[in-house]
């Protein structure tokens, strides 16, 4: 049993000392409104992947309506 403890201490101690840093935050996105959601605002943002994802949300930000009868009867 303490054979078994040793290595998994020497590893946990080795992870725990490691220099490597954390991986940063992705960015924050911008809010979804008229300005923001402007091509030239779209254009302006850096990261490719947080522009589709904004760009995606801009596209779906319009309100449901209620749509005429068309002559139909439930």
Do not use: Y
């Not at 049993?1 to 490597?20: D, E, G, N, T």
């Not at 959601?37 to 992947?49: G, I, Q, S, T």
């Amino acid at each position: 049993m303490r054979r078994a403890l040793l290595p998994f201490l020497v590893v946990v101690l080795v992870a725990a000392c490691s220099k490597q840093e954390p991986p940063a935050p992705p960015a924050a996105l911008p809010e979804v409104n008229d300005a923001n959601c402007h091509p030239d605002a779209l254009k302006a943002m850096p990261d490719d992947a947080n522009r589709k994802k904004f760009a995606g949300l801009c596209l779906r930000r319009g309100s449901l309506k209620k749509g005429s009868d068309q002559g139909l009867k439930p």
